[in-house]
């Protein structure tokens, strides 16, 4: 028979920042060690040892992120710069991406020919990341989307950046006007249109990162009645590709849209909207780096 699991009170891991502002007063489920979990069973331990490591781990892990920081929504090329760049600073940060790989619209490079081209105001963050590019010119270079994408989840996670993939954001977590918050549920209860109650992330800073849908905005402003912080006060919507337009309104469109709420790379030209700007990415990473300056300059006055 298995053995139950205890309640205790939970320990703060002080290495873990912001964990340490949990309030310990509250119970969390207690696991017991491997030992025992197995004493009493008659062959079938590794299976039952496999089976509890992934349970114990992957809970540990969600309960650990579920008051926090930053929440990242889409684990794109600027939301894992963000992240990456967020967790540096001492932040407690998760990224929440609904495929099972992040790394968004990088991996593919353009029409499934895995090269990128990142401008030259880039470079210092491939270098960063550790990711190798071939200068074409004094101002563009190329590099394997695929060794790009994979080094910008290693970092970020390395960073201390909790990454969960098959999770999507389906809503915020709305208090006092402001998002204050997500709410996640596996990806496959979505598509197979069940429906099962999502569960809740706290968090100080939403930043959405979802690319060209723009999702985490446009639930906000669409189910709350409110006005965005754009010219109109709604979603203006995505142009047509322009790349040096779209580059540089990349940047400069990288900004909180609503208290509690940034976008950043194509999440914000099309909440700003801006031009998109095909397989070139240096300002998807330059947005990346100016979301995490402008998200931690204010969780740095609070």
Known sequence: ????????????DPGNAGVGRIDKSHTYAYYPPMQDITANMKGGVMEAIVSNAIVHSYFKKLQDALSLDVVVVGGGPSGLVASESLAKKGFKVALFDSKLSPGGGMWGGAMMFNELVIQKEAWHILEEFNIKYTKISEDL???DSIQATSSLIYHSSKAGVKVFNCISVEDVVFINN???????????????DMHVDPLMVRSKVVLDATGHPSEIA????????IKLNTVTGMIMGEMSLSIDEGEKSTIE????AYPGLYVSGMAANGVFGSFRMGPIFGGMLQSGKSAAESIAK?????
């Open 1 to 12: 028979m298995l053995a139950r699991a205890e309640i205790k009170p939970f320990e703060p």
């Open 141 to 143: 270079a190329t590099a």
């Open 178 to 192: 402001r998002v204050s918050g997500v709410v996640i549920n596996w990806t496959p209860i979505g598509r197979l």
């Open 218 to 225: 446009k639930i906000t402003a669409q189910k709350n009645n």
């Open 253 to 256: 469109n990288t900004k909180e």
């Open 298 to 302: 204010e969780l740095s006055n609070e």
